[in-house]
């Protein structure tokens, strides 16, 4: 099922001034982008783009004022007949005489923020992607460890709250226990996040809920964050060999995107806070084109020149 804002939402964050429409506010925003129009303004074109936040900077209104009165109606009436859900006017603009007609016509509630539009535009398109991106939730825990966003996984019971509670220990940051929202931003970008109700939260056997901002401040807590590795926490099985030089690159997907997997076997006497640090840092070293491995067999051809 497509997700939706209220139009309200849009007000609240953003503290926007209603200039007409309140009644309308409840209406609904489905489409995660703003639009600016330009060829809008000219001519209605059925295939154009429909339902879509418009945003109107001082270019836009400075040319409807270059307009006779009849051109200019006919202009704004081509505009609104694309439904948008409302219209913002940016940069505190007043010129507005001829807007609110329509918009009060069409029950398009007409706003305005004193943002500049670059400014304004970049903002509300970041929002509305994020609160309108496809979103799952999954049972782990996630946190930002060295900048990086990670997933970590296992079993019930393998200790995956008190492996965050040892890593948010060493200054790294938890994002979300047990429950972890994750939302499609884009076919390569998934961000990881909490539900509210287990924000700050970490959950431990034994101890009970902890929450990281009341005890570590700050610094343990982020609200979300773009997940780069899965990592699942495993039992260790002694039929299995772990000595490979470099581990097969393998994948998790989640609602399409492809995000790099890694396990880790866990057995007593194991640092698995220091393991997945160094998983971290290895897969970092490798984005940046370095491998331990090519260099390894580097040096060692090296030798036999």
């Not at 509670?165 to 499609?184: C, E, N, P, Y």
Request: proline share 4%; glycine share 6%; aromatic share 10%.
């Amino acid at each position: 099922m497509a997700k939706s804002i209220e139009i309200n939402a849009l007000v609240k964050q953003f503290q926007l001034e209603v200039i007409t429409g309140e009644a309308y506010l409840s209406g609904l925003i489905k489409e995660n982008n703003s639009r600016r129009p330009g060829l809008e303004f000219i001519k209605y074109l059925p295939f154009f783009p429909h339902n879509r936040v418009f945003v109107l900077g001082e270019n836009e209104i400075e040319y409807l004022y270059t307009l006779s009165e009849a051109e200019r109606e006919k202009r704004i009436e081509n505009l609104v007949k694309y439904n948008p859900p409302c219209i913002i006017i940016t940069d505190g603009q007043d010129r507005l005489k001829y807007l609110p007609k329509y918009c009060r016509q069409r029950h398009i509630p007409l706003l305005r923020t004193e943002e500049p539009f670059y400014e304004f535009s970049r903002k509300v398109d970041n929002y509305l992607i994020k609160q309108l991106a496809p979103e799952m939730a999954i049972h782990g825990v996630c946190l930002n460890v060295s900048g990086v966003g990670v997933l970590l996984r296992g079993e019930s019971g393998i200790g995956k709250s008190e492996t965050a509670h040892s890593l948010i220990g060493r200054g790294h940051r938890l994002v979300s226990d047990d429950i972890v929202v994750l939302k499609k931003l884009s076919p390569q970008t998934l961000l990881g996040t909490h539900n509210e109700t287990n924000k700050e939260l970490l959950s431990m056997r034994s101890v009970g809920l902890l929450n990281v901002v009341k005890m570590y401040g700050l610094k343990a807590f982020q609200d979300e964050t773009r997940i780069a590795i899965d990592i699942e926490l495993t039992k260790w099985d002694d039929s299995k060999l772990y000595n490979e030089l470099e581990v097969k690159s393998q994948y998790s997907t989640y609602m399409g995107v492809k995000i790099p997997y890694y396990q880790i076997q866990l057995k007593p006497g194991r640092d698995v806070v220091g393991l997945i640090e160094a998983t971290i840092h290895n897969w970092y070293l490798k984005q940046q084109g370095y491998s331990a491995v090519d260099d390894f067999y580097k040096r060692i051809e090296g030798e036999y020149d």
